[in-house]
């Protein structure tokens, strides 16, 4: 049998690679880069959300004040640095400064000493810490992100491959993008909730990466990435037993393995 | 105002606080097929989006299908086929290109946009007449760039529009599909749609037209094309034109204005 405490980890990965597939769709539009910046945003929710859960003691988790903060961050650098990739650039970094500065703030001059375990949770993360609750919130966000990427599949793939043709045929370009960024936004949230900000980026990025090596099929992407996450989490969760360490270390260890795997497969057969 | 597919009235527009059209005004009876020339910057581009609600005048009174493309952008856009100039189209997205000749059908239904037998069927359609229907399975970013110009053009036929607006599809397409792209303009004209055609130069589209819109910032000629066609009515505009015969026609050539 199972200990109650590593099948919520279980849970929890797989409902956070669960939330890869609008990932894939960021990597098409070509703003897979983005989505460890908004991972930051996690930190200043992270702060907020426990500052508020402090003096409001009845909101028990601050990971919904966590996905609403991603959300608003995303909406914010998608909408006003829809001019250029400069101003793009900019708004991240804008946003990322916003993020860590409240992080800080509110960490060191608002939050008593025991809640400040709660908001470096978030930094590096531990699955086999997680709770009842937050195994049903990861549940409830990753399989919202993946219902929205079901449904609206298709507008963002055309916002992918050819945004002012969409336009042009009548597609609402703008909405459909915001909806885009937000949605992954709900994804970032997921998976920085399961291995923490620091780590984020190879849960984030390396799935993704790695299926895009093996595949230049859409649909086969999305599968692929989903079960290296899958994968590395499982790997992850069992490393952290044998060797006793956190999960968001042992499975950004090995979702950074399974990555070199396939790269070098694919150097190997070049 | 009439009941012409398009009317176009005193209609101004700025681009970065550059005026690029100054006070155009013309109409479009249904069926036509109007060539539209005009050298670089003469504001073509500017026009068919204007038409399609993409860019906003600042003055002037536009309605395309009856309906005022500001107001009721999505609606005319969903009724108008659109060939883009430039295509900046994402290599990086396999689409292959039956999903891109779909893409056209799809995006003008309803959400969720299920694909149906006969869109399949019309899709197959509009890749056949421009001989490209084996490509189907091809990848999109695979083909050769006057490949994609036919799967484009494919994209805006396969609605079956009532409108449609090419820029510059000639170019950058060989002589047979030139001549086979031309044919297929021609047929449906006699469907009863209109077309309105934005090129560089008037051969070989010339031997269909019905009018001629010469552009450049503001309408400098608009008519048929005998009326237009004349040296001296063109050459201030085109102060390379030249005439050629060609197997026994006479062509104007407007001369490249490299601007
Ligand atoms: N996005 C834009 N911003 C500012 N100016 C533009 C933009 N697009 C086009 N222009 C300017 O508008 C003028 C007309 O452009 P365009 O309609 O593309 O001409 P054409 O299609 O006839 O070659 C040009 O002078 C061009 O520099
Ligand atoms: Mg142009």
Redesign the pocket.
């Known amino acids: 049998m199972l200990d109650p405490f590593v099948l919520r980890a279980i849970l929890g990965i797989l409902f956070a690679s669960l939330s890869t597939p609008i990932l894939v769709i960021m990597l098409l539009r070509g703003s897979l880069y983005i989505t460890p910046e908004i991972s930051h945003a996690a930190l200043g929710g992270a702060a907020l959300g426990v500052l508020i859960q402090t003096c409001f003691p009845a909101l028990s988790d601050p990971f919904p004040t966590v996905i609403l903060f991603c959300v608003a961050t995303a909406i914010f650098v998608s909408y006003t640095g829809r001019g250029s990739q400069q101003s793009l650039g900019t708004m991240i970094s804008v946003s990322l400064a916003i993020s860590v500065t409240l992080y800080a703030v509110i960490r060191s001059c608002c939050l008593p000493a025991d809640k400040r375990v709660l908001v470096d949770g978030y930094l590096i993360s531990d699955l086999l810490l997680l709770s009842d609750a937050g195994v049903l919130n990861l549940a409830i966000a990753s399989i919202t992100a993946t219902v929205i990427t079901l449904i609206f599949y298709r507008e963002f793939i055309y916002i992918c491959f050819d945004m002012d043709a969409a336009e042009a045929f009548g597609l609402r370009v703008r909405m459909y993008d915001l909806l885009l960024f937000s949605t992954s936004a709900v994804a970032v949230a997921v998976i920085t909730r399961a291995v923490g900000v620091l780590l984020s980026v190879t849960l984030l990025i390396l799935p993704v990466a790695a299926s895009s090596i093996i595949t230049r099929n859409v649909g086969m992407m999305i599968i692929s990435s989903l079960i290296i996450a899958m994968l590395s989490g499982i790997m992850g969760i069992a490393l952290s037993l044998q060797f006793n360490m956190p999960t968001g270390g042992t499975i950004a260890i090995s979702s950074t393995i399974l990555f070199s795997l396939t790269y070098l497969t694919k150097l190997k057969k070049q | 105002m009439s009941g012409n597919i398009i009317y176009v009235k005193d209609v101004s527009v700025k681009?970065?606080d550059?005026i690029?059209l100054d006070s155009i005004g013309f109409e479009v009876e249904s069926p036509s097929l109007i060539v539209v020339v005009?050298?670089?910057?003469?504001?073509?581009?500017?026009?068919l989006?204007t038409l399609l609600g993409i860019i906003k005048p600042f003055r002037g009174d536009v309605r395309v299908l009856g309906l005022n493309p500001f107001k009721d952008g999505v609606k005319v856009r969903r009724l108008v086929g659109y060939v883009p100039?430039k295509d900046r189209v994402s290599h990086e997205t396999p689409l292959k290109v039956g999903d891109v000749v779909l893409m056209g059908i799809l995006l003008r239904k309803k959400l969720l946009r299920f694909i149906s037998e006969e869109d399949i069927e019309a899709a197959m359609k509009a890749l056949a007449y421009l001989d490209m229907e084996d490509k189907w399975d091809s990848l999109f970013s695979e083909l050769s760039g006057g490949q994609q110009r036919k799967v484009l053009i494919a994209r805006a036929l396969a609605s079956d529009p009532m409108l449609l607006l090419l820029?510059?599809v000639f170019a950058g397409l060989d002589l047979e599909s030139q001549r086979k792209l031309l044919s297929l303009l021609e047929m449906l004209k006699n469907k009863k749609r209109t077309i309105i055609v934005?090129e560089h130069e008037l051969d070989p589209i010339i031997n269909i037209a019905d009018k001629i819109l010469v552009?450049n910032r503001s309408i400098c000629l608009y008519g048929e094309p005998h009326d237009v066609l004349s040296e001296d009515k063109l050459k201030p505009i085109y102060p390379c034109l030249r005439t050629i015969e060609k197997e026994g026609r006479r062509i104007v050539i407007l001369g490249d204005m490299h601007a």
């Open positions: 681009l970065k550059q690029v005009g050298p670089n910057g003469a504001g073509k581009t500017t026009l989006k100039q820029d510059e934005v552009l």
